[in-house]
């Protein structure tokens, strides 16, 4: 079984992440989930993205880094929501030791040069979704292939972005279940 790291979205350690992780300990992965706005959580989007800007990029980085440090020795799988996914893929960029990066919602630029070693990855996107466009998504697919991943990804016709958190309007339950299995699926195989 995998050791997880779990990132939350903009909206912070809601409910619905502490559920996602109960969900992956119930199949047998042992799961941390690190509060990286230190308490604070969002009602709305825009509220989120204040307290992410209030904190900023590289605070944001150091704390998942920090967080994520004492276990990297473990062969850590790195996930996150939208822009947990951006952050879990950042650290599991930069770590030698990664095992797995698992994305829902979200990704992130990848440094010039960055370079992995068949480093597994799955990502979980809306189609289409505002944050994640199809030419991006592209472009990100590409240059993960070149930086050495094996990168699946799967997207959900007519979901919205945040569509596996039940406590938001862009839920879909039904994206969310085949979101799940197919993601317990990838770490089972790790």
């Given amino acids: 079984m995998a050791t997880v790291v779990l990132f939350h979205s903009v909206y912070g350690l809601r409910p619905a992440v502490h559920s996602a992780a109960e969900r992956l300990r119930a199949a047998g992965h042992t799961v941390h989930v690190p509060d990286l706005y ?27 880094v920090t967080a994520s440090a004492p276990l990297s ?22 770590d030698t030791n990664a095992r797995g ?7 992130s630029d990848i440094a010039d040069g ?19 466009p199809h030419d991006w998504l592209n472009a990100w697919y590409l240059r993960m292939q070149r930086a050495g991943a094996d990168v699946e990804v799967y997207r959900y016709p007519g979901a919205g972005h945040l569509y596996t958190d039940p406590g938001l309007d862009d839920h879909d339950a039904e994206a969310a279940e085949k979101t799940w299995r197919t993601a317990l699926g990838f770490l089972a195989d790790l």
């Avoid at 850590?76 to 822009?83: D, E």
């Avoid at 992995?116 to 994640?132: C, G, I, K, R, T």
Wanted: hydrophobic letters at 40%; proline letters at 4%; a negative charge.
């Fill in 114 to 132: 960055a370079s992995v070693d068949d480093l597994p990855v799955q990502l979980h996107v809306a189609d289409p979704d505002p944050f994640e």
């Fill in 38 to 64: 230190e308490g604070r959580s969002a009602e709305t989007v825009e509220q989120g993205r204040d307290i992410k800007d209030e904190i900023g990029t590289d605070e944001l980085l150091r704390r998942a």
């Fill in 73 to 94: 020795g473990q062969g850590l799988v790195y996930a996150g929501f939208s822009l947990g996914g951006s952050v879990a893929q950042n650290v599991a960029m930069a």
């Fill in 101 to 107: 990066l698992l994305l829902f919602h979200g990704t």
